[in-house]
């Protein structure tokens, strides 16, 4: 199970990319409080990818789920750093023992604490491209309409992004 936070979801969606998705090999669910954060506050504030989020949920891609309120949350509620969608979509992934998708260092860093596993963005479509999902060239101007989109993505990590795609293309 893939369980999104809102920065994913976002870029994205801005690279018009959510449809991709659909090639994971496990569920992807969006927790109630990223969604409501992220779609119904997006929504109302008129931003188009917050549309293009709730096509994809509407589509069946993604699941909105409710989150308990184990020890986990409770833990990861105290932490006055993590927003109350970080706590919902960490505490999920822990409670079904899924994957966090989050970009946000000092959310993956509180989740490798509490032995949750976690993904960036970046990883999900290379992971995509290098199953054959999405091509190279796709998977490449993805991550370059996240980054037009700003999407944070430091300079040496980019070009790592750019080697690794180079270096899937040259395995096909």
């Not at 991709?20 to 954060?37: K, N, Q, S």
């Not at 989020?53 to 409710?66: H, K, Q």
Request: aromatic share 6%.
């Amino acid at each position: 199970m893939w369980a999104f936070d809102a920065t994913p979801l976002i870029y994205l969606a801005k690279a018009d990319a959510l449809a991709y998705v659909d090639a994971l090999d496990d569920t992807c669910v969006i927790p109630e409080r990223v969604y409501g954060e992220v779609v119904e506050t997006g929504i109302e504030q008129g931003y188009p990818d917050a549309r293009r989020i709730e096509r994809r949920v509407d589509d069946g891609s993604f699941e909105v789920v409710a989150v308990a309120e184990t020890d986990v949350f409770e833990r990861l509620r105290r932490n006055p750093n993590l927003s109350g969608a970080d706590v919902a979509m960490l505490a999920h992934a822990a409670a079904v023992d899924g994957t966090a998708v989050m970009d946000e260092t000092h959310g993956r860093d509180v989740a490798a604490t509490e032995g949750i596993a976690t993904r960036g963005t970046a990883y999900v479509v290379l992971l995509l491209a290098s199953r054959g999902a999405i091509s190279v060239e796709a998977a490449r101007s993805t991550i370059d309409d996240m980054v037009d989109s700003g999407w944070y993505c430091a300079p040496d990590t980019y070009a790592k992004l750019v080697r690794r795609l180079e270096s899937i293309r040259d395995e096909e």
